[in-house]
């Protein structure tokens, strides 16, 4: 389930919770929420950053061998060759 994150539409009207923003986990087939669940008034849904796997070093064709890949070069008469 993803985890989604909600902030008061009204800083001035939500509670600590929603004035901070909150993270819930859902269902993706939920509809968003409207009401903070705490205090009920207003919250939007937050676009937040998602969790890409970082890569610190370019893979070699080894790697991409034992990683699954098909590593093809491309060759003069424009057809590429599986190594």
Known sequence: MPIYEYIASDPEKGCRSCR????????????????????KSPVKK???????????????????????????EKRCDGNYEKL
């Open 20 to 39: 901070n923003g909150f993270e819930l986990r859902r269902p993706a087939d939920r509809e968003p929420l409207e009401v903070c669940p705490l205090c």
């Open 46 to 72: 937050v676009i937040s950053k998602i969790n890409t796997p970082k890569i610190t070093k370019p893979m070699s064709v080894t790697d991409a061998k034992k990683a699954g890949f098909t590593i093809l």
